[in-house]
């Protein structure tokens, strides 16, 4: 098992949730993404109103926010229901302005 988590900043940012995130690189293999303390220092980073992205040989994937909520800031579809869309406002009002 080996994953590394950083803080990422890129310049420029590709969307709203790669502002600044933290990501989790597999070292191994993309089944190291499955180990238990992998997985509680993942959900422990959840808990806040940063984008987690994990990364396997240059293939990214956000696990947080949930996939509604990426889809609709980053790909700028409806939300689905109105939970959805006032927790994207929130996500929203924080990374446009940073």
């Known amino acids: 098992m080996g994953v590394m988590f950083e803080l990422v900043r890129p310049e420029p940012a590709k969307n709203i949730l790669s502002k600044l995130y933290i990501r989790g690189q597999a070292l191994n ?24 992205w994990l990364d396997h040989n240059g293939t990214m994937t956000c696990v947080h926010p949930p996939a509604p909520i990426q889809r609709v800031l980053i790909l700028g579809e409806a939300a689905p229901d109105r939970e959805t869309a006032d927790e994207a406002q929130k996500w929203r009002h924080v990374w446009e302005a940073f």
Do not use: Q, Y
């Open 29 to 52: 293999s993309e089944n190291d993404f499955k180990h238990p303390l992998v997985r509680d220092c993942v959900e422990m980073f959840a808990e806040g109103m940063i984008p987690v």
